[in-house]
């Protein structure tokens, strides 16, 4: 079992919707989750990282963390074609170093205008 | 604001050449990374360096080595490139210690032939 699951798309919805990105992960260590942003021919992007349980909200983008399901969520509501891209959620715990630090193998979404 | 910074961009190499890819951060981070990104591979560490004069080998080390050259720089030297070598590279840098707050460099697309 992979320590981290992203289903990898395409997602494709229309311009105005509500965007919901999610990733599930094995491994109850993980203290911290990220949202990184990719778009074709870039390098990822941070977008948010969130730390334990709970919601943080920024601007259009809502990052959810659910440790007891081991489920991680991000929200992009009133969605825009720029926000097109590939989506990478990430985890990593305290102590970990580098190798404490995984990524999901990315949403491919599309955002129709 | 520059932040990592990765030369070149692109690079065609034969089979058995060698070459080395650069990177440098202007953000005064410690610890520096690089990793490579393969269709339905998701982004494999290669190395890392947690603070200058230190490195590590991450997931996927064979055939890769680097050079800490100082707090700014970190470089990845590939010996004799080999086609399964033909990936995406992206170096990265963060504080010390800080898994969650990664930053990406544009990405170096490599290809051996």
């Known amino acids: 079992q992979k320590e981290v699951e992203q289903d990898p798309g395409p997602l494709s919805v229309p311009e105005g919707a509500i965007v919901s990105l999610n990733c599930t992960y094995s491994?109850?260590?993980?203290?911290?989750f990220m949202w990184y942003r990719q778009y074709s021919r870039k390098g990822p992007e941070l977008l948010m990282y969130?730390?334990?349980?709970g919601n943080k909200e920024d601007g259009r983008f809502t990052a959810q963390v659910d440790k007891s399901s081991k489920y991680i969520s991000l929200f992009i509501r009133d969605s825009q074609p720029s926000d097109s891209a590939t989506y990478l959620c990430?985890?990593?715990?305290?102590?970990?170093?580098?190798?404490?630090?995984?990524f999901g193998k990315g949403t491919h979404l599309i955002i129709q205008p | 604001n520059a932040g990592v910074t990765q030369t070149p961009k692109f690079q065609v190499l034969k089979t058995g050449q060698s070459m080395t890819l650069q990177c440098a951060q202007d953000?005064?981070?410690?610890?520096m990374y690089w990793y490579r990104q393969d269709p339905g591979m998701g982004l494999r560490l290669i190395y890392y360096?947690?603070?200058?004069?230190?490195?590590d080998k991450g997931e996927v080390p064979n055939g890769y080595n680097v050079s800490r050259l100082n707090k700014r720089e970190f470089s990845l030297r590939l010996e004799s490139a080999a086609p399964s070598q033909t990936s995406v590279y992206f170096c990265?840098?963060?504080?010390?210690?800080?898994?969650?707050?990664?930053?990406f460099g544009e990405g170096s697309w490599l290809t051996v032939v």
């Open positions: 969130t730390y334990s349980s």
């Open positions: 990430a985890m990593w715990y305290s102590g970990g170093g580098a190798d404490g630090l995984t």
């Open positions: 491994n109850s260590a993980f203290q911290y």
């Open positions: 990265a840098s963060s504080e010390a210690g800080s898994g969650n707050t990664i930053y």
């Open positions: 360096s947690a603070s200058e004069g230190t490195t």
């Open positions: 953000m005064n981070h410690n610890s």
